[in-house]
């Protein structure tokens, strides 16, 4: 299991137990989650042509407003995916990669949070981490 650092999720009770069995249960090879967003060309989106999905990060023309958030599970064959790709013009190598390859071979399955009803911030930014912090403390009061 992959949890990037600017990502938080609020479990409550309720719904921690239904996460658990969630990511407990044998992957098919690699299992992607997705929130709903306000502002879908900043996120990695999955989109669909010809019956291929694939993330396309930071869309101009987004076919959706589902991210793709920073939460994954994968098999161990991802460490195999992983020698395979090639550093970004970020120079950086990209999970999304790992996750393409993944959805071009059709071996994921995709877990919708907000159906769970769990809460998801994205805390990249000053921002959305202010914003998240007043959500927490709305929780809390």
């Known amino acids: 299991i992959f949890l ?21 249960k044998p992957c098919i090879h690699c ?4 929130s709903k967003v306000l502002k879908p060309n900043q996120f ?9 999905k694939k993330i396309i990060e930071k869309p101009r023309n987004p076919q959706n407003n589902k991210a793709v958030i920073g939460l994954y599970i994968y098999d161990l064959n991802c460490f195999k995916y992983l020698k395979k790709i ?6 950086e190598l990209e999970i999304t990669d790992i996750n393409n ?13 907000d159906k769970l009803s769990i809460k998801w911030f994205d805390i990249g930014t000053f921002e959305n981490f202010s914003n998240a912090n007043i959500y927490m403390k709305k929780l809390c009061d």
Do not use: P
């Not at 990502?7 to 996460?19: E, M, V």
């Not at 990695?44 to 291929?52: H, L, M, P, R």
């Open 31 to 34: 299992t992607l989650f997705t």
């Open 4 to 24: 990037l650092g600017d990502n938080l999720l609020d479990f409550r009770k309720k719904n921690i137990n239904l996460f658990i069995k969630i990511i407990n």
């Open 101 to 113: 390859h993944y959805l071009y071979n059709q071996k994921v399955s995709i877990i919708d949070l």
């Open 86 to 91: 090639k550093a970004s013009k970020r120079g």
């Open 44 to 52: 990695g989106i999955i989109s669909q042509k010809n019956n291929k």
